[in-house]
C-alpha cells in the first residue's frame, strides 16, 4: 500500500514569519492537497533563548490568510499531539539515550572556555573555524576520550553536559533531493553536532528527526538554509535505524534581492517599499501585504512564482491550478528574484477577475477607515468601473475617492488652457440638455451630448476634459459617461453647473 502522504511546516517562532517562511508552507500544501494527504503545523521552539511571543499567532494567522490550511498541529491538535516541541521534552531523552547506547552519541563535558581554547588552539588558514568533530573530540572532555569512571563520576557529580552525535569518519552520505536531485556529502566534513543540550533540551536537529519519524512524514519540504543539515539527519536516521522510513527532502531554493545581487533581507521591505510578510505586526514594526490591499489568491499566486513556474507564458493561477500544476520537478535550485513590480502586476489582474459584488465587500475597511457611507449597489458600480485601474484593494477608493467626497482639487492647468469664458453660455446649456435625459445611462448620456455638440460644432477636446476636471478634478479616471452614469444625473449635472462657476473664478 502507498504511504499516506504527510507533510510538515516546522517553523522554530524565533520571530515573523516572512514570505520566505510562508512559500515553505504554501509548497508543502501545494504538495499535500495535489496529493491527498496532510500537512501539520509543527511548532519547532527547543531553543527557548530565541523564543518570541506571538510568533506561533503570526505564523497561524499568516497562513489563515494565504488559505494554507492544517489537517494537524499546534492550533488545531491532532493524533499525534502535542505539536509543540517544549512539551514533547520527555519523548526526547529516550531516544538520544539510545543512541548513546549504540555508542552513536555521546557526552560532552567541556565548558565555554574549554571549547573556545581548543578553536583558538586548532585554528589555522586552511582551517579558520575548527569544529568539534572526529579528530577534535580525541583531545576533549567527553566520553569517548576519557575513561568510564571518569565518566561516571562526572555524571554522578551533576556535571553539565551536552550530548553529540558521533559522526563516523570518511563515509559518504547521500539522498536524493526531490529538487536538487543526489546530494553527497561525506562524514569527515561534519562536525559532531550538539543533540540534547545542558538545559535537558533536545536541539532542533534531534527532535526534527524524531518528530518527523514519530509524525510518519513522508518528505521534508524546506529552506536551502537547511541543506548543510540534512547529512547529519540523515545520518541519525540510519543511527536509529529508520533508514526505510525517512522522508523525502526537498530543499527549495533561496529568495534573492530584485536585482539578483544577493539573498533577499528583511531590510530589502522598506527598500521597496513593499512589505515582506503576508501581514502588519504593530509591535514589532513590520507591515503586511494583507493590509497594502494584496488578495490571498494574489498573494499565493506570486509566492509560488518564487522558485516554481510550470512552464509557458502563463503567470495568473487560480488556487486550484496551482494545485494540480504544482510539482517539485517545476520548482528550480537557483535563487528565485523577487520582484515587487511583478506581484503588484499579479494583485492587478487578481483584482481584475473579481465581480463588483465581491470588491465592494473588500473595500468595506478602506471606506469605513476614511469614513465613507454609501449604498452598497453604488459601491458595486464604483468597483466595477474602477477596478481596471487598481493595483491593491484600498486604490478603488484612493483613485476614486470623487465617487464619496467632493473634489479635494481641480486641475488649474486644464482648466486654463481649456476654458473659454465665452463658453459659458454653451456649457450651461449643454449642462441643461444633460438634465434632460430620462434614462441617465452611459450610451442615453453620450448620444445627447454629442447630438448637442454637432449641433454647436464642439470637438470632443473642448469638452471632454473640462467634463472630466468637473465630474473627478483631474484628467484621470474612467470613461466620461460611465462616470457620469455612476455619479448619477443629480450628482453629475450639479458637478458640472458648479464647475463652470469654478472656471470662471480661475480665470
Ligand atoms: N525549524 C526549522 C525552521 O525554523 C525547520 C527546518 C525544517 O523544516 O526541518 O525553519
Given at each position: ?63 489563515k490568510y494565504a488559505g494554507i490550511e ?126 540534547f543540550k545542558s538545559d535537558g533540551m ?23 538554509e537547511w541543506l548543510p543539515s540534512a ?277
Amino acid at each position: 500500500m502507498e504511504k499516506k502522504v504527510r507533510l510538515r511546516y516546522a517553523p522554530s517562532p524565533t520571530g515573523a514569519q516572512h514570505i520566505g517562511g510562508i512559500r515553505t508552507a504554501l509548497f508543502n500544501y501545494l504538495f499535500v492537497k495535489k496529493h491527498g494527504g496532510e500537512l501539520i503545523l509543527r511548532s519547532e521552539d527547543t531553543d527557548q533563548s530565541r523564543f518570541v511571543e506571538g510568533a506561533e499567532e503570526f505564523v497561524i494567522n499568516s497562513c489563515k490568510y494565504a488559505g494554507i490550511e492544517f489537517d494537524e498541529g499546534i492550533h488545531v491538535g491532532g493524533p499525534y499531539a502535542p505539536y509543540r516541541q517544549s512539551e514533547r521534552k520527555d519523548i526526547y531523552k529516550k531516544y538520544v539515550q539510545q543512541l548513546i547506547d549504540n555508542g552513536n552519541a555521546y557526552y560532552a563535558f567541556d565548558t565555554p572556555e574549554e571549547l573556545e581554547e581548543m578553536r583558538n588552539r586548532m585554528i589555522t588558514e586552511g582551517n579558520p573555524s575548527p569544529a568539534y568533530d572526529h579528530i577534535t573530540r580525541q583531545y576533549m572532555k567527553n566520553s569517548v576520550a576519557l575513561s568510564q569512571d571518569e565518566v561516571e563520576k562526572k555524571l554522578v557529580n551533576n556535571e553539565p553536559y551536552v550530548i553529540r552525535i558521533k559522526m563516523p569518519r570518511n563515509e559518504e552520505i547521500k539522498f536524493n533531493d526531490l529538487i536538487r536531485g543526489w546530494v553527497t556529502f561525506n562524514s569527515s566534513q561534519l562536525d559532531d553536532k550538539v543533540l540534547f543540550k545542558s538545559d535537558g533540551m533536545p536541539t532542533y536537529h534531534l527532535a526534527n528527526v524524531v518528530d518527523d519519524y514519530l509524525m510518519k512524514i513522508t518528505h521534508v519540504v524546506r529552506g536551502e538554509e537547511w541543506l548543510p543539515s540534512a547529512p547529519t539527519h540523515v545520518m541519525t536516521y540510519k543511527f536509529f535505524g529508520w533508514e526505510n522510513e525517512m522522508p523525502q527532502f526537498a530543499h527549495l531554493p533561496l529568495i534573492l534581492k530584485p536585482e539578483g545581487n544577493g539573498k533577499l533581507s528583511k531590510r530589502d521591505g522598506d527598500k521597496y517599499g513593499f512589505p515582506l510578510y503576508a501581514l502588519e505586526w504593530k509591535e514589532q514594526n513590520i507591515s503586511g501585504l494583507k493590509e497594502k490591499g494584496f488578495l490571498p489568491e494574489a498573494f499565493i499566486n506570486f509566492i509560488a512564482l518564487l522558485g516554481w513556474h510550470p512552464g509557458g507564458d502563463k503567470e495568473i493561477f487560480t488556487k486550484e491550478e496551482l494545485i494540480q500544476e504544482f510539482s517539485f520537478e517545476r520548482v528550480g535550485k537557483s535563487g528565485a528574484r523577487f520582484d515587487p513590480e511583478k506581484a503588484k502586476w499579479i494583485n492587478q489582474q487578481h483584482i481584475k477577475m473579481k465581480s463588483g459584488v465581491e470588491l465592494a465587500e473588500l473595500l468595506q475597511p478602506t471606506l469605513q477607515k476614511n469614513n465613507v457611507i454609501a449604498d452598497t449597489a453604488y459601491i458595486i458600480k464604483v468597483c466595477e468601473l474602477m477596478k481596471d485601474r487598481a493595483v491593491f484593494i484600498p486604490d478603488l477608493y484612493e483613485f476614486g475617492y470623487y465617487f464619496f467626497n467632493d473634489i479635494k482639487s481641480y486641475d488649474t492647468e486644464t482648466i486654463k488652457k481649456k476654458w473659454k469664458p465665452e463658453r459659458t453660455e454653451i456649457f450651461l446649456q449643454l449642462i441643461a440638455t444633460i438634465d434632460t435625459v430620462d434614462n441617465f445611462t452611459e450610451q442615453n448620456i453620450e448620444a445627447v451630448v454629442k447630438a448637442f455638440m454637432t449641433e454647436y460644432k464642439l470637438g470632443m477636446g473642448e469638452v471632454m476634459p473640462l467634463f472630466r476636471v468637473a465630474l473627478a478634478g483631474g484628467l484621470q479616471g474612467p470613461p466620461v459617461f460611465a462616470m457620469m452614469d455612476v455619479l448619477g444625473k443629480k450628482k453629475s449635472v450639479a458637478r458640472l453647473q458648479f464647475a463652470v462657476e469654478k472656471f470662471n473664478t480661475l480665470q
